[in-house]
Nanobody, 117 residues
């Protein structure tokens, strides 16, 4: 089992910044990928960004140039630096990890990000 603990969500004004963190613990041997999804009210969950163990990254088109994903392999922690936030970024953000062995996916509990003036 893998446990994920997220932090860093909150209320921010348009144009502001937030940094999300997600720390993984438990039966971790190797994490193939880590990343973030988000789900806005009334919408489906969508991929925001992901990063592989080798450091390759992918971003949703809507966040390219504004969000940066990074990871600390020694701490099994993934970060999402969000800048130039827009009201449409408002959502619950979920951290996930994909294990190398078995290909299991684990999810965090979600953290609310609200962008509003």
């Amino acid at each position: 089992q893998v446990q994920l603990v997220e932090s860093g969500g909150g209320l921010v004004q348009p144009g502001g910044s937030l940094r999300l963190s997600c720390a993984a613990s438990g039966s971790i041997f190797s994490l193939k990928a880590m990343g973030w999804y988000r789900q806005a009210a009334g919408k489906e969950r969508e991929l925001v960004a992901r990063i592989t163990s080798g450091g390759s990254t992918n971003y949703a088109d809507s966040v390219k140039g504004r969000f940066t994903i990074s990871r600390d392999n020694a701490k099994n922690t993934v970060y999402l630096q969000m800048s130039s936030l827009k009201p449409e970024d408002t959502a619950v953000y979920y951290c996930y990890v994909l294990t190398t062995t078995g290909g299991y996916v684990y999810w965090g509990q979600g953290t609310q990000v609200t962008v509003s003036s």
